[in-house]
């Protein structure tokens, strides 16, 4: 339906929707490389749409799951600057995700992301989706009982919404 749809030109108000749900779908039904092209299409249509961020925790996940760390942290990183302009990120840790090993990376991005949940921490917000980016990231660094905790913090906000995530992540 997803791909008529797209066909058709049904794609939302943004033009970009129909593309993320068929990239997320196509990942639940374990079809991640088919997954990651909507996703990658999607993503860009959305940021013509103006609406950058979107799907991006989505394709972040997909990379994950086909073991492309370094692209899930990229992808990370570019989501929380999409939806977090004005949070400062070290410029070293910019130039170091075009250069950088994935260890290195993935320890400076998910830095930047706990430095987020302690901001927002002391403010009393509790953000779903930064929750679920940290969460991917103590996830691909093997810390589950971490990624555990985020993702239920999520689900706490978010119950209906968060749970493709998760799903998403238990099938790897």
């Not at 989501?79 to 070290?90: E, K, M, N, S, T």
Request: charged letters at 25%.
């Amino acid at each position: 339906m997803l791909e008529a749809a797209i066909q058709q030109g049904e794609m939302g108000e943004g033009g970009y929707e129909a593309w993320i749900l068929l990239g997320e779908t196509r990942n639940m039904d374990e079809r991640e490389e088919a997954g990651m092209r909507a996703l990658l299409h999607g993503v860009r249509k959305a940021e013509e749409a103006g609406a950058a961020g979107a799907g991006m925790l989505s394709l972040a996940i997909s990379f994950t799951n086909e073991s492309y760390d370094r692209g899930s942290h990229a992808m990370l990183l570019r989501w929380l600057r999409a939806r977090y302009p004005d949070f400062p990120v070290p410029e070293e840790t910019i130039k170091a995700m075009a250069t950088n090993s994935a260890w290195d990376t993935h320890t400076r991005v998910t830095e930047v992301f706990l430095q987020l949940v302690r901001d927002q921490d002391a403010k009393g917000v509790l953000d779903a989706d930064v929750q679920i980016g940290l969460g991917v990231l103590f996830y691909t660094n093997g810390e589950y009982d971490y990624a555990k905790d985020c993702f239920q913090a999520a689900l706490s906000v978010r119950p209906k919404v968060c749970i493709v995530y998760i799903i998403a992540m238990l099938h790897t």
